[in-house]
């Protein structure tokens, strides 16, 4: 595996080796990312492939990929580290008298007794690693404060153990699906890349990767209906990952042609809400061919 | 040729010193439009460019973007300044070194018209960046001839009509024209843009002076959207609003926002353990839900503004479980079960219009009574946790204004907001009593989603009791 890209055609060819069809700044970014070291900031809507992304990087660099999925309520026990708090009173229990309060106590905060979480493990890891902090949108303001000293220097600090550094530079990838405005310190310390919906051909490129034995009118075909669905006013959109679903279902069923009735039928993969049903199959089924009398 | 440079600005006094001069520049321009661009972000581009070819324009670009604009209405903006930034930079070394253009094909005048239309429709449909521009110079060669009005927006729209290039289908043409069906709007877009770009450089050429920069306007500022657009930004800035509204009791909370021990249950749980608390338990945190009580004004005067209210009350209900929504123009009529059934927000307007049955005799509001009714209906549940948010112009249209009443809603709920959909300078005219509101509550302007990202934020804002 290419541990150190030379140039960002290095990356294109690289991403896609491993399944993954960047654009044209993504292969940009991502090269810029694992040569500077500096965290990417990856915004888009929901199912563009941002989280994709990360796994494609560390696959093709050849790291292991740390994953830490953000929530409403994440804090530093989950993420960063927690003391192992029943292992510390067994320890206790187990020295009962025998030792004096002072031996116990440099004891019981080494790291032996640190639970490392993701960002700590992402740290600490001897061998470099692909560190994925997962829709970071969806934390509080305080946990971004709490992110920064990590992102800027590599290192986090432990009140009871002192400053632990990076031993090697891990490649942050960080996403959002830009449901509120992070904060500006946050985005200064990134590179930024925004990731939309991939043009037309971009689009059938991936599909085709992912299906070839698709034939390429009906993958055509596809990539035009879900561009039409696209435009609707949807509660949700049909991501990337829905029309690769979707390539594979009409492969699965032999489908040589996507007519009213084939869209019909398949129509759940792509759409996920009741309401949105009914727009779609009125807004797009109608424009395709009736099915064929055979 | 002192004058011609008293119009058109003239060049920069110096020439460019050095790239990284030319780039602080580049900058400062963003600055200049309202982009924040900080040092630490500029000190990375540079390190960045470092490490990329150049030979490529776009990924020249694209790295800038990446280390400089960093959300999409910045990249917006961020392309826009690059664009004119780097013209006018080339031009006015252009002019400098005196290069020009070759003149455009001669004979021209030979050209055949109705070929080079197809052509360009032609290559409009599957065109390059390249060809488009090569074809933008011959058809201002073609039509732009001499004439040119001195304003460029005119000239480029005239060009584009004598083009016959539009939009929408124009049937009469034989159907192997690509202009049969109508043209891809954003490809049209682009070649009007060649096209402004090639006159503006004709002109450079001619007055050997930049003519002043032209400073970005809302328009070109705004991402390309529509009213569906509109109806997703609403939605986006209210979901915006109930993550906020949602993380704003943990801040109150201040220093106490740490789990507390559950010592009864880790008593319990250590039961198993022989008596010793291997298992801690912790007390919940339970965010503290607010209560909102929404107030509409569905009538005549504020009819424009009615959609854009009803799509936000509409986007509330989607978030906020514990919501009640009233509509009101006489008197108020409650719609909170409208709201809770119909998901889809076409079926709710027209729900709402066609059920909620809102006593409607003159048309015309009568805010004195709706206070009262309001207060009738929901005294007993009005509490300091309670968030009170009316939507309305404040045009009592000559009746009683009633603020007392509007006082004791205000002094009973925790807080009490007004979104008032004229803009500010038309507060307080004709019939409008806005200001007698305004001392028992927080009032904002409200007309566009920009705007009520504003009202989130100071609804959001940690209050200090």
């Known amino acids: 595996m290419a541990e150190n890209p030379i140039s960002v055609q290095d990356v294109a060819e690289g991403l896609q080796s491993v399944g993954y069809l960047p654009g044209e700044s993504t292969a940009l970014v991502s090269f810029l990312a694992a040569k500077l070291g500096k965290p990417v900031l990856v915004e888009g809507p ?25 929530y409403e309520g994440l804090d530093e026990a989950k993420a960063l580290y927690e003391w192992n708090y029943r292992k510390q009173l067994l320890r ?9 309060w002072d031996e116990v106590q440099d004891d019981i905060f080494g790291e032996e007794f640190l639970l490392a979480r993701p960002l700590m493990t992402a740290i600490a890891s001897k061998q470099p ?36 550094e990076a031993t090697t530079h891990p490649v942050v990838i960080l996403t959002s699906n830009n449901s509120r405005e992070l904060t500006e310190a946050l985005k200064r310390r990134c590179l930024y890349l925004w990731l939309d919906y991939p043009e037309l051909e971009h689009e059938l490129q991936i599909v085709r990767m992912h299906t070839p034995e698709l034939p390429e009118t009906v993958a055509r075909k596809l990539v035009d209906v879900i561009r039409m669905v696209r435009e609707l006013d949807l509660k949700k959109s049909p991501s990337i990952a829905e029309s690769i ?29 009741r309401t949105d049903l009914d727009i779609v199959a009125e807004r797009v089924g109608v424009k395709l061919e009736p099915a064929s009398a055979a | 040729m002192p004058p011609v440079k008293a119009i058109y600005g003239g060049l920069p006094d110096k020439p460019p010193g050095s790239f990284d001069g030319e780039l602080l520049a580049f900058a400062e321009d963003l600055r200049s439009e309202g982009m924040a661009v900080g040092t630490s972000e500029m000190l990375d581009a540079f390190d960045a460019l470092a490490l990329i070819e150049w030979q490529s324009s776009s990924d020249f670009k694209e790295t800038l973007a990446t280390t400089i604009a960093k959300s999409p209405e910045d990249r917006r903006v961020f392309d826009l300044v690059f664009e004119r930034f780097f013209f006018r930079a080339a031009e006015a070394q252009a002019v400098r070194l005196s290069v020009s253009e070759p003149q455009s094909r001669a004979g021209s005048d030979e050209l055949d018209l109705e070929a080079l239309r197809r052509q360009i429709a032609q290559a409009l449909e599957d065109g390059s960046e390249s060809e488009l521009r090569d074809l933008a110079r011959l058809a201002i060669a073609a039509f732009g001839k001499g004439e040119g009005s001195g304003v460029l927006g005119v000239d480029v729209q005239r060009i584009r009509r004598a083009l016959g290039l539009r939009t929408e289908p124009q049937p009469d043409l034989p159907s192997d024209d690509p202009r049969h069906d109508g043209l891809p709007r954003e490809q049209l877009r682009r070649f009007e843009q060649h096209l402004r770009r090639e006159l503006e450089r004709g002109l450079i050429e001619r007055t050997q002076a930049l003519p002043p920069k032209r400073p970005l306007s809302d328009l070109d500022r705004s991402l390309p959207g529509g009213p569906v657009q509109d109806l997703a930004a609403v939605h986006k800035v209210v979901a915006q609003l109930r993550r906020r509204l949602a993380s704003q009791g943990h801040e109150l909370r201040g220093a106490n926002r740490h789990a507390h021990v559950d010592v009864r249950a880790t008593m319990r749980a250590s039961l198993q353990t022989g008596g010793v608390p291997v298992e801690l338990k912790f007390r919940p945190k339970r965010p503290r839900r607010p209560e909102l009580f929404v107030l509409c004004d569905v009538s005549t005067s504020v009819t424009s503004a009615s959609t854009f209210f009803l799509s936000v009350l509409h986007a509330l209900h989607d978030v906020f479980r514990k919501q009640r929504s009233f509509v009101f123009i006489e008197r108020i009529s409650e719609v909170t079960e409208i709201f809770q059934r119909e998901r889809d927000f076409r079926a709710a307007a027209t729900a709402v219009s066609r059920d909620a049955g809102v006593a409607d005799i003159s048309g015309y509001t009568d805010y004195g009574r709706v206070w009262t009714e309001f207060l009738a209906e929901i005294e007993s549940e009005l509490h300091p946790r309670a968030t009170v948010i009316v939507l309305g112009d404040a045009r009592t249209n000559g009746r009683p204004p009633r603020e007392d009443v509007f006082a004791a809603i205000a002094a009973k709920a925790g807080r009490t907001f007004w979104l008032n959909p004229e803009p500010r300078l038309y507060w307080n005219y004709g019939d409008s009593v806005i200001s007698v509101y305004e001392q028992y509550c927080e009032a904002f302007e409200c007309w566009r989603t920009d705007q009520l990202e504003e009202f989130v934020k100071a609804l959001t804002k940690p209050t200090v009791r």
Not at chain 1, 46 to 70: D, H
Not at chain 1, 155 to 163: A, F, N, S, W, Y
């Open chain 1, 245 to 273: 679903d979707w390539a594979r279902a009409l492969l699965l069923l032999g489908a040589r042609e996507i007519d009213q009735d084939v869209f019909r039928q398949t129509l759940s993969v792509i759409i996920k809400h």
């Open chain 1, 46 to 70: 929901a199912g563009v492939g941002k989280t994709e992304l990360a796994k494609a990087l560390a696959k093709y660099l050849g790291r292991e990929l740390v994953r830490l999925q953000c």
């Open chain 1, 92 to 100: 206790i229990q187990a020295e009962v008298g025998g030792t004096g």
């Open chain 1, 129 to 164: 690693v692909v560190l994925l902090i997962d829709e970071i949108d969806k934390t509080d303001q305080e946990f971004e404060a709490m992110l920064l000293e990590l992102l800027s220097d590599f290192q986090i600090t432990i009140p009871e153990l002192g400053r632990i």
